[in-house]
């Protein structure tokens, strides 16, 4: 299996901060990396796929970098919708895998 | 537009087995590369894989579930079944159906099931 480490575990951030998460995968991905934003009570919401490719809708200021097996994820100008928790997700190969999420909250 | 809507039981007993059915439009499972998947999540954890099956009938389980599961499509009624047997009050959480095409995956809002005697 491809495991997924994603730190931080969590992170406390200011309204304007920029920030930047990290997912680290045990095998190369070739991109095959998304990045997904999930508030409460809602469904995982794509923002990045295949690592850098922004989601129609989604705001600029999110971007997605990385290859092999390192890849990031940057917010930039953080708003207040932005306080969530984020996870990576490989679909390079089965079975697909996670990251442990991070949870991002107001500092 | 792309939509996946997940129904199924609430509630199941345990050792009971568990159906879900996901009616997707959008997107048509006779295409090329396209494939639909199920995820499950419990509150405060990541999310967990469980089963996909691509357009051409290729089907792909997790491996510490695959003997209790199994995914079916009718490409006709644009559905996915998914069949969890043996069902365990931790099997207890949010599933949901997700329309894959290479990288890019789109998921429904998920069904909660609770599994309580």
């Known amino acids: 299996d491809v495991q997924m480490t994603q730190s931080p575990s969590s992170l406390s951030a200011s309204v304007g901060d920029r920030v930047t998460i990290t997912c680290r995968a045990s095998?190369?991905?070739?991109?095959?990396l998304n990045w997904y934003q999930q508030k409460p009570g809602q469904a995982p919401k794509l923002l990045i796929f295949?690592?850098?490719t922004l989601e129609g809708g989604v705001p600029s200021r999110f971007s997605g970098s990385g290859s092999g097996t390192d890849f990031s994820l940057t917010i930039s100008n953080l708003q207040p919708e932005d306080f969530a928790t984020y996870y990576c997700q490989q679909t390079y190969r089965t079975p697909i895998t996670f990251g442990q999420g991070t949870r991002l909250e107001i500092k | 537009q792309i939509t996946l809507k997940e129904s199924g039981p609430t509630l199941v007993r345990p050792t009971q087995s568990l159906t879900l059915t996901c009616d997707f439009s959008?997107?048509?499972?006779?295409?090329?590369?396209?494939?639909v998947g199920w995820v499950r999540q419990t509150p405060g954890k990541a999310p967990e894989w469980l089963a996909l099956i691509f357009w051409d009938g290729d089907s792909r389980y997790s491996p510490s579930l695959q003997d209790r599961l199994t995914i079916t499509k009718d490409t006709a009624k644009n559905q996915v079944v998914l069949t969890m047997t043996y069902m365990d009050p931790v099997d207890t959480a949010r599933y949901y159906c997700?329309?894959?095409?290479?990288?890019?995956?789109?998921w429904g809002q998920g069904t909660l099931v609770t599994v309580s005697s």
């Open positions: 095998q190369t991905l070739n991109n095959y």
């Open positions: 959008g997107f048509s499972l006779r295409d090329n590369g396209v494939g």
């Open positions: 295949a690592a850098s």
């Open positions: 997700t329309h894959i095409y290479s990288s890019y995956w789109y």
